[in-house]
């Protein structure tokens, strides 16, 4: 079989001689009892790049020796580019949500051969879940590998914005001691009102660790949490979006991205928030609107905005969101720490074994399968594509 591997390219000196640290700590298993991917080899390093082009997921070795072929490239936008070369014949394609290789309807009928789009990483938005329905093409994810990964994202960004981090730290890199600049935009989070849209894996995580700040604690999501959980939480449940916004200090975005979502933070949405809040959004950059948050920060209706999620990946350079007053944007990390590289590369192989031998993919990392949202694609998505405008990812341009 022909496996296509869409990577993020490697680091520009090229790839570490050593790393920081030398080991990664154990984890047995995920909160809510789920097991860790567990395929039944490895040939990588857990710790070491493997999101990258060189990394090549850690797969060359095992997919070779199985008589397989695996391409693998960072060249995915654009007319002419490698990926839709190789997309025609294969069999398989492998892409990250931090580097997505927009799987559009355009591109899925090109495929003829194509069984299987797997995202190493959560969130498969990237594909057109439609069209990969109609085609009878699998989507799989590595559901669980970096969402406690992104959680912690979310508490930094939150913790860092409402300080005002970045400031403080941009006035040392600069030689200043002006104290008074470095807090004019600086709180505490305690007693703050901190809501999530969306109470999933990620979503619930963000909640539990925000917890011993001592703060109060909101949500709004499709399913209902159990009892138990929103008395530990002492969580108020909201029953729409605009009934969490308008309370909240702090609203952080952690659903997928589908027709639903898309573009749910625009003008309307943020008008109804509270005045001064702060919006961090590490789920997908499309569920808000680019122009309206930018124009929301000018104006202070919002105080700031954090996240790591664009579109389309990779931002082009003149994307507003670079530059608004007020964001502390990262480029699309929290979910590929090094830690959680080696989770989803573990993940990726035990689909493809799964696959190799015919055995079922576990039913917690299926999206789409058969021609129907299935599993966590039934719980969480809805039918539809969210890929529109992705051609604007050939517009970046490195530097
Ligand atoms: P999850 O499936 O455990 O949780 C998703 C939650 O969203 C579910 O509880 C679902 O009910 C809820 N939901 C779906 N549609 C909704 C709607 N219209 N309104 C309210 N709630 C809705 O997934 P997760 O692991 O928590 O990941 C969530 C998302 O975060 C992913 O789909 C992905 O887009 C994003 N993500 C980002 C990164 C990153 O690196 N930044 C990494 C992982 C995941």
Same mark, same amino acid.
């Given at each position: ?5 869409v990577? %993020?390219?490697?680091?520009?000196g090229g ?14 298993? %995920? ?8 395929p ?5 390093t ?6 990258c ?10 997919l ?6 695996l ?12 990926a839709d ?12 949500p ?5 799987l559009?309807?355009e ?22 879940l ?11 994810e ?11 994202h ?8 409402v300080?005002d981090?970045?400031n ?6 600069e030689?200043g001691?002006n104290?008074?600049d ?12 901190i809501?999530?849209?969306a109470?999933?894996r990620?979503?619930l995580?963000?909640?539990?660790k ?7 604690l909101?949500?709004f ?5 159990p ?6 939480l002492n969580?108020?449940?909201?029953e ?6 308008k309370v909240c200090?702090v609203?952080?975005?952690n ?13 309307a ?18 569920i ?6 930018a124009k929301a920060?000018?104006s202070g209706?919002l105080s ?7 579109f389309?990946?990779?931002a ?9 007053p007020?964001h ?6 929290s979910?590929?720490s ?9 993940g990726?192989r ?10 079922e993919?576990?039913?917690?990392y299926l999206i789409?399968k058969?021609?129907?949202l ?6 969480s998505?809805s ?14 341009k490195k530097?």
């Amino acid at each position: 079989m022909k496996i296509l591997c869409v990577l %993020y390219d490697d680091p520009k000196g090229g790839m570490p001689k050593s790393y920081a640290l030398s080991e990664l700590p154990k984890i047995e298993k %995920y909160p809510d009892g789920m097991t860790l991917p567990s395929p039944k080899g490895r040939d990588y390093t857990p710790g070491q790049l493997l999101g990258c082009v060189s990394g090549e997921l850690g797969l060359r070795k095992f997919l070779e020796s199985n008589g397989h072929e695996l391409v693998v490239t960072n060249s995915k936008d654009g007319d002419g580019c490698e990926a839709d070369k190789h997309i025609v014949d294969a069999d398989i394609v492998i892409s990250q949500p931090f580097f997505p290789y927009y799987l559009t309807k355009e591109r899925i009928a090109k495929a003829k051969n194509l069984k299987m789009a797997i995202t190493a990483g959560i969130g498969s938005d990237h594909v057109d879940l439609q069209a990969a329905m109609d085609n009878k093409i699998d989507v799989v994810e590595v559901t669980y590998c970096n969402s406690r990964s992104v959680a912690e994202h979310i508490v930094m960004m939150i913790v860092s914005m409402v300080r005002d981090y970045h400031n403080q730290h941009r006035i040392v890199n600069e030689g200043g001691w002006n104290i008074a600049d470095a807090v004019q935009r600086s709180y505490d989070v305690e007693g703050m009102h901190i809501g999530t849209v969306a109470a999933g894996r990620i979503g619930l995580d963000a909640l539990r660790k925000m917890k011993p700040f001592d703060v109060h604690l909101h949500y709004f999501d499709r399913h209902k949490l159990p009892d138990s959980v929103e008395k530990e939480l002492n969580l108020t449940f909201h029953e729409s979006v605009e009934s969490m916004v308008k309370v909240c200090d702090v609203v952080t975005i952690n659903c997928p991205l589908h027709p639903e979502t898309e573009n749910l933070f625009d003008d309307a949405m943020i008008s109804k928030m509270k005045k001064g809040a702060y919006i961090v959004n590490t789920a997908r950059g499309k569920i808000c609107n680019r122009d309206a948050i930018a124009k929301a920060l000018k104006s202070g209706q919002l105080s700031g905005y954090a996240g790591d999620v664009w579109f389309p990946q990779p931002a082009p350079n003149d994307h507003v969101w670079r530059t608004m007053p007020h964001h502390g944007m990262t480029p699309h990390t929290s979910g590929t720490s090094l830690t959680a590289q080696s989770r989803y590369a573990d993940g990726v192989r035990e689909i493809l074994e799964c696959f190799f031998e015919g055995k079922e993919i576990r039913n917690q990392y299926l999206i789409v399968k058969d021609g129907q949202l299935a599993g966590m694609g039934a719980h969480s998505y809805s039918k539809g594509s969210a890929t529109g405008g992705s051609e604007e990812a050939a517009k970046y341009k490195k530097k």
